[in-house]
């Protein structure tokens, strides 16, 4: 591909050209075009060669919210889990990071179970994603952004479980130059991936799911769930509620006592 600003490439999501959009220092030193598609808006970095010294920490020391996202994210996923799919078993936490969402939801009385490629499992050990196990229930909280082949990973991910919620912020309308957005995370360098509404829905028709989405949070099923419930869910007052009302039996000493044999 050629250097020059006005150089296009294919989107990673629907295949139609993608042109230059703007550059940015990525890890304060190397300077990276991105691309949005002139189809779905999905905006993309240029090849990341960066990512390798990207990942020498799989979580970066500007992510101060952490903790505070992972609680957030164990209250959703409770009230989605009450009050869409009851029945679900077992589920996995797919690039769960350290283990500090899967430990959260086994403390909460859900059966989740670790998989992530870059980071080390320091708080589900023992519960980690065994080859050919499928699931009822995927999650996979701020990874899409981060991928250089979403679809690749995404086919993973659907092949493991029928219903897939992920976390990503959505590019805002119009798309903000890399400047405006904190979310680019410039930084660090290990997002590299923007997603648009129509982007997800896209994803959606490839793999044969119906997609709901609010804010921040994306819910790809086989079966069709309602768009109405899965926004109880993302309020807090009202997830705070449900997931009282369907309190579950905690697996915390029961996983103490399996680890212990």
């Given at each position: ?38 189809a ?47 029945r ?21 009385g ?41 679809l ?8 493991l479980?029928?219903n ?98």
């Open positions: 591909m050629a250097n020059a600003p006005g150089s296009r490439m294919q989107c990673n999501i629907c295949g139609a050209d993608s042109e230059f959009f703007d550059q940015a220092q990525i890890l304060r030193k190397y300077l990276v075009r991105y691309f949005r598609c002139t779905c808006g999905f905006v993309q970095t240029e090849d990341p060669y960066w990512m390798e010294e990207a990942y020498s920490s799989a979580i970066t020391r500007q992510d101060t919210g952490l903790i505070f996202r992972n609680l957030l994210n164990q209250r959703f996923t409770t009230a989605v889990l009450n009050l869409l799919f009851p679900a078993d077992l589920s996995l936490d797919y690039g769960a990071g350290h283990g500090i969402f899967v430990r959260l939801m086994r403390d909460a859900f059966r989740f179970y670790w998989s992530d490629l870059h980071a080390r499992n320091d708080y589900a050990r023992g519960f980690e994603h065994e080859d050919n196990r499928t699931y009822d229930f995927l999650t996979s909280f701020e990874v899409l952004e981060h991928l250089a082949h979403p690749v990973e995404l086919s993973k991910m659907m092949s479980s029928p897939v919620l992920v976390s990503t912020e959505l590019m805002p309308q119009p798309t903000p130059k890399i400047s405006a957005w904190w979310y680019y995370g410039t930084t660090t360098g290990q997002h590299i991936s923007f997603y648009t509404l129509e982007s997800l829905r896209l994803i959606a028709r490839k793999f044969g799911r119906n997609l709901l989405s609010h804010g921040r949070y994306h819910l790809f099923t086989l079966e069709p769930k309602s768009q109405l419930l899965f926004r109880f869910a993302a309020n807090r007052r009202v997830s705070a509620l449900l997931n009282v009302l369907h309190k579950r039996p905690s697996l915390t000493t029961a996983d103490f006592d399996f680890l212990s044999k």
